[in-house]
């Protein structure tokens, strides 16, 4: 297995963030350094033990979507380069598949979440209500079902230790206003239906996923944050998909599955991750980049 990088160590930058998985640095007024480690949260406690690799496959999907959706909608990515924000090479090398430069942004008070499935806490909304977010889907859906269409299901982004919550359209509304929020739905779906579509060519089915976005100083709509990775996605492989069950996959839900196996009251600090259980999350990982990411 690769050596992991459970935190980083860059001296030279002002470190502005520590969250779950990504460290950031302030360069300057317009600009951040944002380092993706190898950690890995389930529960929104970040586990002590590293997934050797994850940090680089999640920054290798990331930049791939961001670079493939361009066309689309402005997004984060900054022209500079690492040895421009970071001129000693022993920090470069520590963090250099790590790291992305983007250009600081305000970010939206929202995650705009797509799902094509019903799983997750969708699928325990569904049960409770009929219905995800306030829409109100169709009678007797199994787990993992395919929806009729895509929905836009958005949630609060909580401060850390609390849990984000599903919040409907209108409330949506109230906290962009309404010309906003329906351009953050509309490119939400557009997005999720492309990604969609290209991924289930390379046999993996995005079950949903999350996208964050800002403004600029223009007040100009741009994608932020990770962008459709196996931690902001659900991946199924498509050859071993069965609505019914819930699925296997190519993301995290792997560990929460081990995790909650454990007498853990999912709480601080989180248990130590066994070998076999990092080595098959590494493997899932790195499934899910090599389908996305090879002959491209």
């Known amino acids: 297995m690769p050596e992991s990088l459970y935190n980083s160590h860059i001296k030279s930058l002002p470190l502005l963030h520590q969250g779950k998985v990504r460290d950031i640095y302030a360069i300057d007024d317009r600009h951040m350094l944002i380092i993706t480690t190898d950690r890995i949260s389930a529960f929104d406690v970040v586990l002590p033990t590293p997934i050797p690799g994850k940090g680089k496959i999640l920054n290798d999907v990331s930049r791939f979507w961001l670079n493939r959706f361009a066309s689309i909608i402005p997004n984060q990515l900054s022209e ?22 983007v250009k600081k942004l305000k970010p939206l008070p ?145 560990v929460r599955d081990y995790l909650e196996t454990l007498d853990w009251n999912k709480t601080a600090p989180g248990p130590q991750l066994p070998e076999q259980i990092v080595n098959k999350t590494a493997e899932k990982y790195n499934e899910a980049r090599k389908r996305l990411l090879d002959n491209e």
């Open 80 to 101: 500079r380069s690492l040895e421009q924000v970071l001129p000693d090479a022993d920090e470069r090398a520590e963090v250099s598949r790590h790291a992305m430069i």
């Open 110 to 254: 929202i995650e705009a979440i797509v799902r094509g499935y019903v799983i997750g806490s969708g699928w325990k909304d569904y049960q409770a209500t009929g219905a995800i977010c306030g829409i109100t889907l169709p009678d007797g859906l199994q787990i993992a079902d395919r929806l009729p269409q895509p929905i836009f299901t958005p949630s609060t982004k909580a401060a850390a230790g609390l849990h984000d919550e599903n919040i409907n359209y209108t409330q949506t509304q109230k906290l962009l206003g309404k010309t906003l929020a329906q351009q953050v739905k509309q490119i939400s779906l557009q997005l999720y239906q492309q990604a969609a579509d290209y991924a289930l060519q390379r046999g993996i089915i995005i079950a949903d996923t999350k996208f964050e976005f800002g403004l600029d100083e223009q007040g100009q709509l741009t994608l932020i944050d990770e962008v459709l990775t196996p931690d902001s996605s659900r991946f199924w492989p498509q050859t071993q998909y069965q609505p019914g069950i819930s699925p296997v996959s190519f993301d995290k839900q792997f």
